[in-house]
């Protein structure tokens, strides 16, 4: 069976986050994708199940489980089928365990669309709880934060859980020496059961650095985070209103990546760039 893999979120070859996408998927069982994406050993594999009716069906894994949705894998997915000739056009319709998610094509930018909320009963402000990230994080509690001013905005964003089809944590600390010093040991589980945190911090004027953390789901540490973007433009939106950002990701683990975000109070726009980087066989399946 053949595959490709791209770079998405990249400056350029080499940067971004890598992914495998089997384009002629839809003969495996859960069991065999599941173990091939354990073999690729990237954060998600991707395997297209059926093309028809404008859109594509597809099934979403990292190394250890299935995800409902993700935002690189969608990202790239649709590029490549769409670098491939199996499907054509300026916008297409992924539809995964998530349901339908919108995809564009502007130029050399790939966007998808989702919407999403902010929960209101996990607003995560109590001291204890910023004490339990913080440890879980390596940073002191008072570094847990971010002044929106630093944003343009007044107030202060604090944690918080939001979804664009995969809850998060959001995890704003207060500047870029904190967000360097952070790491997702394996008590970040405990503190964010089932999700992980996207950590955040301001840079200058429309431009964010982030860090994303999965270990719940076997990735330490992503290089490009589509669903988390996607979930901080939530995040962003109902806190301090509509947002065009700039996110830098993966630079503390030598991929940087460039994610551009556009966020409205009822939806949200996550683009970027692929790179084609190699196609291959799989000689065996499980």
Not at 95 to 112: H, I, K, Q
Request: aromatic share 6%; with cysteine; proline share 7%.
């Amino acid at each position: 069976m053949d595959f490709v893999q791209v770079d998405v979120f990249a400056d350029g070859p080499y940067s971004g986050n890598p992914l495998a996408v089997f384009p002629d998927g839809g003969d495996l069982s859960k069991d065999q994708m599941q173990t091939i994406a354990s073999e690729m050993n990237l954060s998600e594999t991707t395997f297209v199940t059926d093309i028809k009716d404008g859109g594509y069906d597809v099934r979403i894994f990292t190394p250890r489980e299935e995800l409902p949705f993700a935002g690189h894998p969608t990202l790239g997915t649709a590029w490549v089928l769409r670098e491939s000739g199996r499907i054509s056009g300026d916008a297409v319709e992924q539809r995964s365990a998530a349901g339908p998610t919108p995809v564009t094509f502007e130029g050399d930018l790939v966007w998808l669309r989702r919407s999403g909320t902010v929960d209101p009963d996990h607003e995560e402000s109590r001291p204890q709880h910023h004490a339990e990230l913080a440890a879980a994080l390596g940073v002191e509690p008072s570094d847990i934060g971010l002044e929106a001013r630093e944003l343009g905005r007044s107030g202060r964003l604090r944690p918080a859980f939001a979804e664009a089809g995969v809850s998060i944590l959001m995890a704003p600390v207060k500047d870029l020496e904190v967000l360097k010093r952070c790491f997702g040991g394996p008590s970040l589980i405990d503190v964010t059961p089932g999700s992980g945190a996207y950590c955040f911090t301001a840079v200058q004027a429309g431009r964010l650095r982030a860090r994303g953390f999965f270990p719940g789901v076997g990735v330490a540490e992503d290089p490009a985070t589509g669903a988390a973007a996607a979930a901080l433009g939530v995040y962003l939106a109902d806190r301090i209103g509509p947002t065009r950002v700039e996110i830098a990701q993966g630079v503390e683990m030598g991929r940087p990546s460039k994610i551009l975000l556009d966020a409205h109070a009822d939806h949200v726009r996550v683009g970027g760039r692929c790179e084609h980087i190699l196609e291959g066989h799989l000689s065996r399946l499980p």
